[in-house]
């Protein structure tokens, strides 16, 4: 992993805990007095996998992440409950979903032109296999979706102090991903896939954020993060609403190789709206923990993985939601 910012301990022994801690405490009271928010049809792995905005110092150049993303909601809920399938008859008025399989793989490309500012490409290539119960159905219906999804362009600010850091993160999420796909079996053959099960949104997003860091000790590295998701404009009777994802995160850092951390994720989703949206079943509120750890595998190239697993969910109308998810991937300083 890259080296740790050369920060001196600004806090006594006994202040260092508390210090970590009140990253935690700021992420779940904002979360205890958050409105509801909006989810898409397909939830994504919350994760910071931002070097920079967790304390790293960025070497000059360019480097590349490959990350890998594995989860399967299969648990649907309504509210902040499990819902059992066979409590309903069909068929039924409305939609019960069966499950979807996602298996997302990201590559990062990272160029860094001096200590403050650097650029993130993100391109995300995305698979996945849908099974669900349509209104009015009695069989089930079937997409597989592979391909290319929105990529992202992420400019970054980054103030490196002796006591701490701070930056500003700004850019644009693209419509590059494909919104036309159709069902591929069952009774719904043909017809068009939800929108919020596509690999695009067909929208532009506006991207904002701000982190900020502080190492209270050589062996304790804190961190938080805010970032905002905002579409522009809809298409084609779509609109995506605001999203709002807070980490924050505490390493502790060893004379070895490997180095544990834990993230704490809070993710906020509004509404879905349009013609073309499933307003009464989208929006969720989510909070995960996300034990894991870095490797140094040599002078360039360290693997992360972590596993996420929620301690808090709440979905308006019935939604699938993952029982965990699977991160994993590797950085290469080129």
């Given at each position: ?215 209270p000790r050589d062996s304790l590295g ?8 905002q579409s522009l404009a809809s298409k ?99």
């Open positions: 992993m890259r080296s740790w910012l050369p920060l001196r301990p600004i806090l006594s022994a006994r202040k260092c805990g508390d210090a970590c801690v009140s990253f935690l405490a700021v992420v779940l009271s904002v979360t205890a007095g958050s409105a509801p928010g909006l989810a898409c049809s397909v939830c994504g792995c919350s994760l910071s996998s931002d070097w920079a905005a967790q304390g790293y110092s960025m070497m000059y150049g360019l480097q590349a992440d490959v990350r890998y993303e594995y989860y399967e909601q299969s648990d649907l809920r309504r509210g902040t409950q499990g819902a059992d399938r066979s409590a309903f008859t069909l068929p039924n008025d409305q939609e019960i979903q069966q499950g979807t399989l996602n298996r997302n793989v990201w590559l990062d490309l990272d160029y860094v032109g001096n200590p403050a500012w650097g650029v993130t490409v993100q391109l995300p290539y995305h698979d996945r296999f849908h099974s669900t119960v349509a209104a009015g159905d009695v069989a089930v219906s079937t997409s597989q979706a592979s391909g290319l999804g929105d990529v992202r362009l992420l400019g970054r600010y980054q103030h490196f102090g002796l006591q701490n850091s701070y930056g500003l993160q700004f850019g644009l999420k693209l419509p590059t991903g494909r919104f036309d796909q159709n069902f591929a079996t069952g009774p719904q053959a043909g017809a068009p896939l939800d929108r919020g099960l596509q690999l695009g949104t067909g929208t532009t997003d506006v991207l904002v954020g701000v982190s900020y860091f502080t190492r804190c961190f938080a993060q805010v970032m905002l998701d084609d009777g779509f609109r995506p609403a605001a999203s709002l994802a807070l980490n924050g995160g505490v390493r502790f850092l060893t004379t070895g190789w490997l180095t544990p951390q834990v993230q704490l994720n809070v993710r906020w989703d509004g509404r879905e709206t349009g013609a073309n949206s499933d307003q009464a079943n989208s929006g969720d509120t989510m909070i995960y923990v996300s034990p894991g750890m870095t490797a140094d595998l040599g002078h360039r190239l360290h693997a992360f993985t972590f596993v996420q697993l929620p301690l808090y969910q709440r979905v308006n109308g019935l939604q699938l939601e993952p029982r965990w998810l699977l991160s994993l991937g590797f950085r290469y300083e080129l």
